[in-house]
């Protein structure tokens, strides 16, 4: 459902010794942090007899064993014991557990949705500051993840969706007839958007980095942080929808808002989970000039990702 990518799954302040079952993209993996306090990601099954890793626990030597025989695996999946049979390392260097490639950035661990030639994470500076600077809030939505990228790329909801928090602004009669000037620049990684309405002398600054983050420039208009959304995919009905916040210097967090920040996304999640399924292909559905932003993404998702996992299905079907 969303091969061959970096993505945040959950904040390590949340990853425990003790075995942690997350759903992303489709797939069960399992989560832990063992005894050296690293992080790491197995697909939550046993390669003996499919058992849910995540009903078992991690032992002293950092080994996360199975709940059915037994069975423990190093933190790289390697099985170093098999109870009750006599196995030399090559034996035992047949039985591992697929572990996926993990990094801990802004606080959050992220994964890597495969196994084979890992790049190294491409990130926004924004994202590499130390980990305690970030403030993360992360909720689950019943909507596909392709909906809340599409939201967020779109500056012309704000006056509407939002009409009851910040774009009541946006119904100042000086802007009854106003016309949206929106801009894209393709960047090595997705795009950078500029909107502005031409009756304000300011807008905003968007930036989408593929997969699935979208970055609001909000501090160039004089609020005091730099917001990063991520849409991760949990299956093709829900998705976590993460906000990585990172206050300017010198701002005290515990003068800022930030509960009341981050309740202003409900209005989003109201729209997006009244949606039915991922977003249209570009040629479905009525579009205009100002929808630029929202088909960019459409195109490289549908090329991209959903071409992918097609052609995935189809070779493992073959097989």
């Known amino acids: 459902m969303f091969p061959n990518f970096w993505t945040p799954v959950l904040p390590v302040a949340e990853i425990g010794l003790a075995p942690l ?6 797939e069960s993996l399992v989560l832990f942090r063992n005894s050296a306090a690293q992080f790491v990601a197995f697909l939550d099954r046993c390669p003996h007899r499919g058992a849910p890793l995540s009903r078992g626990q991690v032992t002293e030597d950092g080994c996360l064993e199975c709940p059915y025989h037994g069975w423990r695996f190093a933190s790289d999946g390697a099985c170093t014991h098999v109870p009750f049979n006599s196995l030399n390392p090559t034996q035992r260097s047949k039985l591992s ?7 801990v950035i802004a606080g959050i661990l992220w994964v890597f949705t495969g196994t084979e030639n890992v790049p190294e994470p491409q990130l926004p500076s924004s994202l590499l500051e130390p980990n305690e600077r970030y403030v993360i809030h992360h909720e689950i939505w019943n909507a596909h993840w392709t909906r809340a990228i599409d939201i967020s790329l779109d500056y012309l909801h704000i006056p509407f969706v939002h009409r009851d928090s910040f774009g009541g602004e946006f119904h100042d009669p000086v802007h009854k007839n106003a016309i949206a000037q929106i801009s894209v620049t393709a960047t090595a990684d997705g795009m950078a958007l500029t909107n502005q309405l031409n009756t304000l002398p300011y807008g905003i600054e ?4 593929q997969p699935n983050n979208v970055v609001l420039k909000l ?3 004089g609020m005091p942080l730099r917001p990063h959304l991520f849409a991760i995919p949990i299956n093709t009905q829900q998705m976590r929808f993460m906000q990585v916040v990172l206050p300017n210097p010198g701002i005290d967090p515990s003068n800022f808002d930030f509960d009341e920040f981050f309740a202003a996304s409900l209005d989003d999640r ?4 009244s949606q039915i399924g991922e977003v249209p292909n570009t040629n479905e559905g009525c579009n205009v000039p ?3 932003p929202s088909l960019r993404f459409r195109r490289w998702y549908y090329r991209t990702v959903k071409n992918r996992r097609t052609e ?3 070779g493992a079907s073959a097989d």
């Open 290 to 292: 100002t929808d630029e």
């Open 312 to 314: 995935a299905i189809q």
């Open 21 to 26: 079952a997350v759903e992303l993209a489709g």
């Open 206 to 209: 968007i930036d989408w980095h």
């Open 97 to 103: 557990a697929v572990r996926l490639p993990t990094r």
């Open 270 to 273: 109201t729209i997006i989970e």
């Open 219 to 221: 501090d160039l208009g």
